[in-house]
């Protein structure tokens, strides 16, 4: 079946490792998106990316990591140096054209002890 | 980026329809209106979009007003299992960034 997969669904870490997210879509997307979720709050932006070999900043970057070697794959590195990494996180693609939706993962739930 | 206010929450009986509205009012001519919904503890579901027409497709309709200022989401008979959080984004004209606001959360009651 075509999508996107994000793994593990629960990932615990102690304080100061760094963790990595996998993000893997097989829908031929060019664009793909992190966003974190605190308890009872919204969707924020961390990282997206256009293509291949590109990725920009969004709101809440500080202390992640991203890289985009295969179109595919997105993976997101949460540091040491992010302060209060316990939260949802969300991976999406889309195809990258301005009238096309996004489809989600359904979320790793990182807890940092 | 055109930012979107939404209200907090929304109640809504069972079998009624569900009318959610957002205001997009710096939206830009070539941006669209989005609309997704996030059931708790699950990634967001698409629902539909739309530029200048109103649009519909089975799961809702979308009400965008002519000076696209302001748009509405239509649930046209609601069901518990429409009890979510819902979000109204305006995608980014130049680039794909697409940015959530925090949405309104639908209780719909038997």
């Known amino acids: 079946d075509g999508g996107i997969t994000q793994s593990p669904k629960y990932l615990f870490r102690k304080e100061g490792q760094n963790v990595t997210l996998s993000c893997e879509q097989n829908l031929n997307h060019d664009a793909m998106y992190w966003y974190r979720q605190d308890p009872g709050q919204g969707l924020r932006l961390i990282y997206y990316s256009q293509i291949v070999n590109d990725f920009q900043k969004g709101d809440i970057a500080e202390g992640y990591s991203v890289s985009r070697e295969k179109k595919e794959s997105f993976p997101l590195t949460v540091t040491s140096a992010q302060k209060n990494p316990t939260a949802f996180y969300l991976c999406?693609?889309?195809?990258?054209?301005?009238?096309?939706?996004?489809?989600f993962g359904q979320g790793t739930r990182l807890t940092v002890v | 980026d055109a930012k979107t206010t939404q209200p907090t929450s929304m109640d809504c009986a069972e079998g009624r329809a569900a009318n959610l509205p957002c205001n997009h009012s710096?939206?830009?001519?070539?941006?669209?209106v989005y609309w997704y919904r996030q059931i708790h503890s699950q990634g967001p579901q698409y629902i539909i979009h739309?530029?200048?027409n109103n649009e519909t497709n089975e799961m809702a309709s979308l009400i965008i007003t002519e000076d696209r200022k302001s748009s509405t989401l239509i649930l046209p008979h609601a069901t518990l299992r429409d009890t979510a959080v819902y979000y109204c984004i305006v995608r980014g004209a130049n680039t794909d960034k697409l940015i959530f606001g925090t949405g309104t959360r639908l209780q719909v009651f038997p």
């Open positions: 739309g530029l200048k």
């Open positions: 710096t939206i830009s001519g070539n941006e669209y």
């Open positions: 999406a693609s889309s195809r990258g054209k301005l009238d096309t939706e996004a489809f």
